[in-house]
């Protein structure tokens, strides 16, 4: 049986797929194939290193929620912190303007996950902890 606070992640896995879907469409309908060959990293690799990023965070989110719940927003605050730092290193020394857009377009968009994700956890602790 999927426990609620399991089915996070399905979510996530739904929403990543959206967004790969979504982002291929962009691609296509707007023809950036062109633009991506003159950048270093791929859309592939841009898009890997942010839904990585933000199943690492999950999951420790989601150690955290089950081990010690009243800790998880102050974890939250850790790791996001964290993912800005690896986001700047992995920014670094890009110049290409059109990669640096959707790098940033991307942050934001994985950022509204982590986030939506958390509260999604921490309202599950909250309903939890009232019965």
């Known amino acids: 049986m999927i426990t609620k606070s399991k089915s996070i992640f399905f979510l996530f896995a739904g929403l990543l797929f959206l967004i790969y879907g ?14 991506w060959q003159e950048t270093s990293y791929s859309f592939f690799q841009v898009f890997s290193f942010f ?4 199943f690492i965070l999950l999951i420790i989110h989601y150690i955290i929620y089950k081990k010690n719940k009243d800790q998880l927003g102050f974890v939250f605050l850790i790791t996001l912190t964290l993912k800005v730092v690896l986001s700047f290193l992995f920014v670094k020394g890009i110049t290409n303007v059109f990669e640096k ?13 982590d986030v939506w994700l958390t509260i999604r956890l921490l309202n599950n602790y909250g309903k939890r902890k009232a019965n």
């Open 22 to 35: 979504i982002s291929f469409l962009v691609n296509q309908i707007f023809q950036f194939q062109e633009k």
């Open 101 to 113: 857009h959707y790098i940033i377009t991307y942050f934001f968009v994985f950022l509204i996950i």
């Open 51 to 54: 839904g990585f990023t933000s």
